[in-house]
């Protein structure tokens, strides 16, 4: 699964990687506007913004790059268990609807 944060603090982006990384999902960190910002999102699995610590441009923006099958997460904190949470929320659903896709499949 793919994820692309934008939103949080610059001190969190390891602790941000690291958790995705537990959750077995690749992840993209936006902590600030970058140059061709909107081409470097791809097209995600989740898209999470954290609504306190970035700007309405980058959401803006954010939102008009990734694609209609993105599910989007709006958190207005960005600590490391509000991640977790979204993610745990996140990543049983899928693993879910995958397993019920291969019993119906067999």
Do not use: W
């Not at 610059?10 to 140059?35: H, L, P, W």
């Amino acid at each position: 699964m793919s994820i692309v944060i934008v939103g949080g603090h610059d001190r969190m982006v390891g602790q941000y990687k690291k958790i995705c990384k537990s959750y077995k999902c690749k992840c993209k960190v936006f902590t600030q506007m970058e140059a061709d910002f909107g081409k470097k999102i791809g097209c995600p699995d989740l898209l999470v913004l954290f609504t306190n610590t970035v700007s309405h441009k980058m959401v803006k923006c954010a939102l008009d790059e990734v694609g209609a099958s993105t599910d989007i997460v709006r958190c207005h904190t960005s600590s490391g268990n509000a991640l977790n949470g979204i993610l745990e929320a996140h990543v049983a659903d899928k693993y879910f609807l995958y397993i019920l896709h291969n019993i119906v499949m067999n």
